[in-house]
T-cell receptor
Framework: DAGVIQSPRHEVTEMGQEVTLRCKPISGHNSLFWYRQTMMRGLELLIYFNNNVPIDDSGMPEDRFSAKMPNASFSTLKIQPSEPRDSAVYFC??????????????FGPGTRLTVL | AQSVAQPEDQVNVAEGNPLTVKCTYSVSGNPYLFWYVQYPNRGLQFLLKYITGDNLVKGSYGFEAEFNKSQTSFHLKKPSALVSDSALYFCAVRDARSSASKIIFGSGTRLSIRP
């Protein structure tokens, strides 16, 4: 199993540019989570999907952030326009959340985003 | 509402000594409890979890954790620390009552093992 795959691993962009982060969950997992990690705020859950449907997006900072999951094997997190304060490591995680499982989450390697 | 607290930002232990990383939680129902470890420039890795049953849970790399319902704690322990255990450790909790409830992570504890 390849695990959760994220791309790119590193992204450097200028303020105002659009940034798209990508995630491929583990095959067979039906829940997908986007997290942001910074020194100041720690690990924050941004949004999570179950069966491709967004369940809770209360952690999305503002309208500049959007996430989609068009199918079971792909999700994107988009920031438009990006700002320096968006600089962080963004993690994608997946799990088998079927209501009876215990939801161990498997994390990808992360995307380190730097907005100049 | 559910929450999890890791009261120590950093724990320092000499190699070979026992280690404890503390975690307390708050949920309305019964908890599912997890420990994850993060090595530098890596994503979080699952260590162990408590769902039900035996209060002492054994996990990867010789780690174990004890669920204490009366103290609402789930401390991570290891009898003999290794330098390679140095990493960032996260405790997490989920309310077992609802499949829609999300996992809440603690702020993390940095474990440093000196040779």
């Amino acid at each position: 199993d390849a695990g959760v795959i994220q791309s790119p691993r590193h992204e450097v962009t200028e303020m105002g540019q659009e940034v798209t982060l990508r995630c491929k969950p583990i095959s067979g997992h039906n829940s997908l989570f986007w997290y942001r990690q910074t020194m100041m705020r720690g690990l924050e859950l941004l949004i999570y999907f179950n069966n491709n449907v967004p369940i809770d997006d209360s952690g999305m900072p503002e309208d500049r952030f959007s996430a989609k999951m068009p199918n079971a094997s792909f999700s994107t997190l988009k920031i438009q326009p990006s700002e320096p304060r968006d600089s962080a490591v963004y993690f994608c995680a997946s799990s088998t959340a079927d209501g009876t499982s215990t939801d161990t989450q498997y994390f990808g390697p992360g995307t380190r985003l730097t907005v100049l | 509402a559910q929450s999890v607290a890791q009261p120590e930002d950093q724990v320092n232990v000499a190699e070979g000594n026992p280690l404890t990383v503390k975690c307390t939680y708050s949920v309305s129902g019964n908890p599912y409890l997890f420990w994850y470890v993060q090595y530098p420039n890596r994503g979080l890795q699952f260590l162990l979890k408590y769902i039900t049953g035996d209060n002492l849970v054994k996990g990867s790399y010789g780690f174990e954790a004890e669920f204490n319902k009366s103290q609402t704690s789930f401390h991570l322990k290891k009898p003999s620390a290794l330098v390679s255990d140095s990493a960032l450790y996260f405790c997490a909790v989920r309310d077992a009552r609802s499949s829609a409830s999300k996992i809440i992570f603690g702020s993390g504890t940095r474990l440093s093992i000196r040779p």
